[in-house]
């Protein structure tokens, strides 16, 4: 399992001296809900999706961090602030050290340039009137890089070559139609790769393409990143993929990282109830592979209304009075890494358990 | 026994200028009383074609041909009184994705009535009645039945949906990727409501969809299909543990899983057009084991060793050179 292989490999050191790649402190981000003109006349207050509320986290250059979870969990809300889409409430985004979240729109252009995002539907992120040639090409256009003509003829033919559609030339006058779903995903990454970014969000971006062309998409981000100084941020509901390219998986439930650790801790020795249930569900290949699924009853619950104490707390199969109360934090489970935000959680080493906390 | 027989199906959609996409070439698959069948395979295979022709709701621009016999009668003709009477009370359908398959102006519980007054299996108070058990069956409170489908989730939805096909008592469901856009966990949830019902009703289930872990889980028996025809058949346990066509082992292999700790490989190139003839076996581009022959002689599905069935060449060869390993 190289994915994870890799993360030891990567010298810790180099992470240490250098600012992380990506930053992400204490993000709150939060969508008002319309009251209405009823509402309005009643005077009900006003109400807030907690969409994202309080998530912290960082990526190395090289690295790939899975956010999973189910639909509004926040995670495409997290990718989505990652990119100044939308404005959080408060927290700090770094990118190589620069603080993002304040910046006005002109100085995001070259923040920008840095991030870049892919979508989930490549059918529908690349325009049909568009060639391969033009795809690529725009969004040096938009931020007036590249140089001259035959400079981004060159740009175009390299991002093409690294997305693996080769040889390029061959590509460069089709249309998005002509093009296979894996190969138009292949395009929309060379649009995002001719900007020279820093780091690749990629919000699912396999999961509507057919299986048997999901793993080159997948084993191409991989390479990308281990190749350079490239981060990606995957966000996925499929922690089988997850668990085979990612270096490190965060588990979100209700705006919230619950868990968090390198791929292969965080799928074999899960220390939430959330995540354990999580893992349990996904289907295995094998059929003798059975094990029974620990199904939560219901839907996650709406942020608009989210539990108080645990949020996880209505649907725990393992819950405690205390749960009621008590809103955990994450703390270092199995190793340092490894984190969990979990009354259940011991402490991984005692020392460094906060006095007067249980 | 077998209650559902399908025999040498075919699909012709006509094209502009004349020409064809022979979508479906040559299906033939039993399904027995009970039994749970996953049909696998990838957008274009023609597995919704599939089960589109034995429910009988091709569009008009489709031609068929072939048999379907349920229990023994034919079903399958252009006579619209043929498989109407079929239709809902004998087979059942889940749609993909159950916003488009509900009516967006009618109560759920309306909707759950209309197949048993259409269908002549009961009207009235009765049929309300009956479309409360159902809800019931399907996890949902029977008050809920007043409710609109957009005021459900898309699980809620999706086990309406469910209910809406148990209500003229089917002896198949057929269920189109019934969980393809689900969150794992409602995924999960529905996955086990599915199990179940084929269980207690002794429902004979046909699980379309390209996910081969959702059919390892849920399904006894699948057919893989490519091209328009099913390439490999048999228990799922030796599909996985010895598969007999290449493509099977490819999917599998493209298929990541939560503690395998093999490469996942994606399949080099495109499946056939279905639009011009196949010659030879219309996987042969893609295959990491053709060989001349495969260039000639479109394959035939036989029985294979250690039961149901595979089209392919290699399983011709000596034994040690078998379709499954690389």
């Known amino acids: 399992m190289s994915g994870v292989v890799a993360t030891g490999a990567l010298s810790p050191s180099a992470g240490e001296t250098r600012a992380p790649l990506l930053d992400v402190r204490d993000l709150v981000v939060t969508y008002p809900v319309r009251r209405g003109i009823v509402g309005a006349l009643r005077r009900e207050p006003r109400r807030a999706v907690h969409a994202v509320d309080g998530v912290s986290f960082s990526l190395r250059r090289g690295e790939m961090l899975a956010l999973v979870g189910e639909s509004g969990c926040g995670k495409t809300s997290t990718a989505q602030a990652i990119l100044r889409m939308i404005d959080p409430v408060s927290g700090r985004i770094a990118v190589d050290g620069l603080d993002i979240t304040r910046l006005s729109h002109r100085e995001l252009r070259r923040t920008r340039r840095a991030v870049q995002m892919i979508y989930q539907d490549p059918y529908e992120s690349l325009d049909p009137r568009f060639r391969v040639r033009q795809a690529v090409e725009e969004p040096m256009l938009i931020h007036g890089l590249g140089g001259d003509r035959r400079e981004r003829h060159r740009r175009i033919m390299e991002a093409l070559a690294r997305v693996e559609l080769t040889p390029p030339a061959m590509y460069l006058d089709r249309f998005p139609h002509e093009l296979s779903g894996g190969q138009r995903q292949r395009i929309a990454i060379a649009a995002g790769l001719v900007l020279d970014p820093a780091l690749l969000v990629a919000d699912e971006p396999v999961s509507m393409l057919d299986v048997s062309v999901r793993a080159g998409v997948l084993r191409l981000l991989d390479g990308l990143r281990r190749a350079g100084d490239l981060g990606v941020v995957m966000i996925t509901h499929d922690l089988s993929t997850a668990a085979r390219f990612a270096d490190r998986i965060a588990v979100m439930y209700l705006g919230r990282i619950v868990e968090e650790g390198r791929a292969t801790e965080v799928v074999r020795d899960p220390r939430h109830p959330y995540t354990q249930a999580l893992l349990s569900v996904v289907p295995k290949r094998d059929p003798r592979d059975r094990a029974t699924p620990q199904i939560l009853g219901g839907e996650p619950p709406n942020p608009i209304d989210v539990p108080r104490g645990c949020r996880f707390h209505p649907r725990c199969p393992a819950v405690q009075d205390r749960c009621r109360s008590i809103d955990p934090e994450l703390r270092s489970a199995t190793s340092i890494e490894h984190r969990a935000a979990c009354v259940l959680v011991e402490p991984w080493m005692e020392s460094a358990r906060p006095r007067g906390e249980r | ?326």
Not at chain 2, 46 to 69: D, H, Q, W, Y
Not at chain 2, 107 to 127: D, F, N, R, S, Y
Not at chain 2, 167 to 181: F, G, R, Y
Not at chain 2, 250 to 256: D, E, I, Q, V, Y
Request: aromatic share 4%; net charge negative; with cysteine.
């Open chain 2, 1 to 326: 026994m077998t209650l559902l027989e399908v025999r040498d199906l075919h699909v012709w959609f006509d094209l502009s200028g004349s020409r064809q996409l022979h979508a479906v070439q040559g299906v033939s698959l039993d399904v027995d009383a009970g039994e749970r069948v996953g049909l696998v395979g990838e957008s274009g295979c023609g597995k919704s074609t599939t089960i589109l022709a034995i429910l009988g709701l091709l569009p008009s621009s489709a031609s068929v041909a072939g048999e379907v016999r349920l229990e023994g009668a034919s079903i399958l003709s252009p006579e619209e009184e043929v498989a109407r009477p079929h239709r809902w009370r004998d087979i059942a359908m889940v749609f993909q994705g159950a916003m488009n398959a509900l009516n967006p102006v009618k109560t759920v519980e309306a909707q759950i009535v209309e197949p048993m007054e259409l269908h002549g299996t009961a009207e009235g108070a009765a049929a309300r009645k009956r479309a409360g058990e159902l809800l019931e069956m399907v996890g949902i409170a029977p008050s809920a039945g007043a409710r609109f489908p957009h005021e459900f989730s898309g699980g809620m939805r999706q086990r309406a949906a469910l209910a809406m096909a148990l209500a003229c008592d089917p002896k198949v469901l057929l269920a189109d990727e019934p969980t393809t856009a689900l969150d794992v966990m409602v995924q999960a949830q529905i996955l086990e409501l599915l199990e179940r019902l084929a269980r207690d009703l002794g429902l004979s289930l046909i699980l379309v969809t390209h996910d081969l872990p959702v059919v390892a889980q849920v399904c006894e028996r699948a057919a893989v299909m490519y091209a328009g025809e099913i390439v490999e058949e048999g228990a799922m346990e030796r599909l996985f543990h010895s598969p007999r066509h290449p493509y099977t082992r490819m999917l599998f292999a493209a298929t990541p899983d939560l503690y395998g700790d093999e490469d996942v490989l994606s399949i080099p190139g495109s499946p056939p057009r279905l639009d011009r003839g196949i010659v030879g076996c219309p996987f042969r581009s893609r295959c990491d084991r053709a060989f001349d022959r495969c260039e000639r002689e479109r394959p035939v599905l036989r029985w294979v060793e250690g039961g149901g069935s595979a089209a392919c060449h290699l399983n011709d060869l000596p034994a040690g050179a078998s379709a499954g390993s690389t």
